[in-house]
């Protein structure tokens, strides 16, 4: 038997579309001589469709678009993700469901087992778990078919869909990208199918929806465990693979781990852009590392000659921070505009010059000029239609070493939930093949440059310890005793770890994120602001 992975890239609830590149895929396969082409999951509506689900017309449009995929099925069996509706005496439920199809019609419907609810999943918000499992078969093979993460689970259908005779397991996924899963997914797969002794075919979603991004790396993998058959990462993709017979294992990949994050960076900007209809973005370029990789990833996703990059120094902005912003923006290829808001800062302190007559300058004076440049990038954005791209890291962000309504503004935050120490890693990634961002940026000490000789390191502990911590409480989710007992100072930990907890508010109202860690701020860590518990009483 002939199948057909079809890695596709849905955007949410566009059925034209989805069902254009589906239907699309079914003649490529046909043409490949497939006998059965497989999509992701939910890959008529789109993943994750979130509280779309609560509207009713939704569900009935995606069902139609199933029957217009249905109809082209002819000479060729597909098996493609979508959300069903209970019967008719029971319309309120929703499953997350596979539709098996052919010779024009559907032939069958699976509906999922198991359930995710964790991290960024709510699937039992909306959905309703199958009561039990049961399997199709096909030229020739009994074929079971697991749907997300249930396929890893002990407690899923694999170990019931073998015991009903099930030797081929297809697995549709729309499963997230992090960097450590990334390394570790078909792994796990790769022990899940010796361990059930069956061939396991994993078909993901590919693309960038909303904080999210999918990497793919759709593959097959034998009884023995042998990943015999690969898509391309992070790209939509259409493979055929020969199930008769022995097939060869393939070599190990060559993907570095910071060169995941690079391509899933790029292409989660790229699709948040396009299917939200920017066609150009604007970042402010400060001279600093994390404005550096901002504008790199922002011309690598849109294109040299959609990127405006906007330089605007004060009497605090080094010389050599305004000659790096130059020449990297020389190197990139795209437009540079110079603003300098001296002159709008002095104006700000003139019309404050009757409130502030008793005051020391302070933290106030140093937001304000972040403000200033923030309000530049908006009505530029208003004016020209670009998507403003924030610039802030999650070091930044989980302290709150970042300022409302100025470096928090933005359309799309694309580092937000990349730790300082990995931008620099970025840096070098992208410096790989010779120098794009200037030595002086990355060696510079960094600073937000808001008064004299001003260092990050003056209000934070080193970003190393910082990022260590970090790590520790957001995504692992260790007790500060557990995280001193890692070597760190009790005192740094009781820092980080307030500054964190304080600042909810401020990450509440930061723009959207893209997720590449296993535990993001946003949809992923759900905290209060308004909140009695803190560590620091223990």
């Not at 990497?215 to 042998?226: A, E, F, L, T």
């Not at 935050?413 to 990634?429: F, H, N, R, S, T």
């Not at 989710?477 to 909810?504: L, S």
């Not at 590449?516 to 949809?523: N, P």
């Amino acid at each position: 038997m002939k199948i057909a992975i079809a890695q596709i890239n849905p955007m949410v609830a566009a059925f034209d579309k989805n069902v254009e590149t589906i239907t699309a895929a079914i003649e490529k396969a046909k043409g490949l001589g497939a006998d059965l082409v497989v999509f992701p999951e939910m890959a008529v509506i789109g993943s994750p469709p979130m509280d779309l689900l609560e509207k009713p017309k939704l569900i009935e449009d995606n069902r139609e678009a199933l029957e217009t995929i249905s109809s082209k099925t002819n000479g060729i069996a597909a098996i493609v993700g979508f959300v069903d509706r209970g019967e008719t005496n029971n319309r309120g439920v929703l499953y997350n469901a596979a539709a098996f199809m052919k010779e024009g019609r559907i032939e069958s419907v699976y509906h999922k087992f198991l359930l995710s609810s964790y991290d960024v999943f709510d699937e039992d918000r909306h959905l309703t778990p199958a009561p039990g499992v049961s399997t199709i078969w096909f030229k020739g093979r009994n074929i079971g078919i697991t749907i997300g993460d249930e396929v890893l689970s002990e407690s899923g259908p694999v170990k019931a869909l073998v015991s009903q005779g099930a030797r081929l397991i297809i697995n549709i996924a729309a499963t997230p990208y992090s960097v450590d899963d990334y390394e570790s997914r078909q792994q796990v797969l790769s022990e899940c199918a010796a361990g059930s002794n069956v061939d396991l075919v994993y078909v993901n979603q590919v693309g960038g929806n909303d904080a999210l991004v999918y990497s793919g790396r759709s593959c097959v993998i034998d009884h023995w465990g042998r990943i015999v058959a690969r898509a391309t990462d992070f790209e939509e993709d259409l493979i055929v693979v020969d199930l008769k017979g022995a097939m060869k294992e393939l070599p190990a990949e060559n993907v570095t781990r910071i060169e995941s994050v690079y391509k899933a960076l790029v292409l989660g900007l790229r699709d948040y852009a396009g299917k939200c209809g920017f066609k150009t973005a604007i970042v402010g370029l400060s001279g600093g590392i994390d404005s550096a990789v901002v504008v790199c990833l922002a011309a690598a996703a849109l294109g040299k000659e959609n990127v405006v990059a906007v330089s605007m120094p004060s009497q605090f902005t080094s010389k050599g921070g305004i000659e790096d912003s130059r020449k990297l923006a020389g190197t990139l290829g795209i437009t540079l505009k110079d603003i300098p808001i001296n002159g709008l800062y002095d104006n700000y302190l003139e019309v404050f010059s009757g409130e502030f007559r008793d005051e020391t300058p302070g933290l106030a004076e140093e937001n304000l000029q972040a403000r200033i440049r923030g309000d530049i990038l908006m009505t530029m954005s208003n004016k020209f239609g670009h998507l403003v791209v924030a610039t802030g890291n999650k070091s930044e962000l989980a302290c709150g070493y970042c300022t409302l309504y100025g470096d928090l503004s933005g359309g799309f935050a694309v580092i937000a939930d990349v730790p300082k120490g990995m931008v620099y890693q970025l840096a070098e990634y992208i410096n790989r093949d010779g120098e794009i961002i200037p030595m002086g940026i990355i060696t510079r000490a960094p600073s937000a440059e808001l008064k004299p000789n001003q260092k990050d390191q003056d209000s934070l502990p080193e970003y190393d310890v910082l990022d260590g911590i970090l790590k520790a409480y957001v995504e692992e989710v260790k007790t500060p005793d557990e995280i001193v007992a890692m070597g760190y100072e009790d005192a740094t930990v009781m820092q980080v770890i307030e500054m964190i907890d304080k600042n909810e508010y401020k990450r509440e109202q930061a723009p959207p994120a893209l997720k590449i860690t296993s535990k993001a701020f946003g949809r992923g860590r759900r905290m209060p602001i308004a909140q009695g518990y803190r560590y620091n009483k223990r």
